[in-house]
């Protein structure tokens, strides 16, 4: 079974920072490009961020400007670096193995981000 580990999640004031990390094994990673996901209470789960290998990347429009995505080839390692949080931000966050257009089947297990005052 394929695992994706996510980690640095927490709970956040409003206009602060954090940053995720997702680990993948290397037969993986080294084929998909990665992507960050979220999904809050109520909500479908939706895109933030995807990379490829090659560092090209695709943002939601909510995470333009304020979220980084990145990834570390030697280490297996994507990131996402989240600045200017909001608490519309509040959600899982989840680490996935795909292509820079579609989700593919490997999916972490979740890490919970909550931006409140």
């Known amino acids: 079974q394929v695992q994706l580990v996510e980690s640095g999640g927490g709970l956040v004031q409003p206009g602060g920072s954090l940053r995720l990390s997702c680990v993948a094994p290397r037969n993986i990673f080294s084929i998909y490009a990665m992507g960050w996901y979220r999904q809050a209470p109520g909500n479908q789960r939706e895109l933030v961020a995807r990379i490829t290998r090659g560092g090209s990347t695709n943002y939601a429009d909510s995470a333009k400007g304020r979220f980084t995505i990145s990834r570390d080839n030697a280490k297996n390692m994507v990131y996402l670096q989240m600045n200017s949080l909001k608490p519309e931000d509040t959600a899982v966050y989840y680490c996935?193995?795909?292509?820079?257009?579609?989700?593919?089947?490997?999916w972490g297990q979740g890490t919970q981000v909550t931006v409140s005052s």
């Open positions: 996935n193995a795909g292509t820079l257009e579609l989700p593919g089947p490997y």
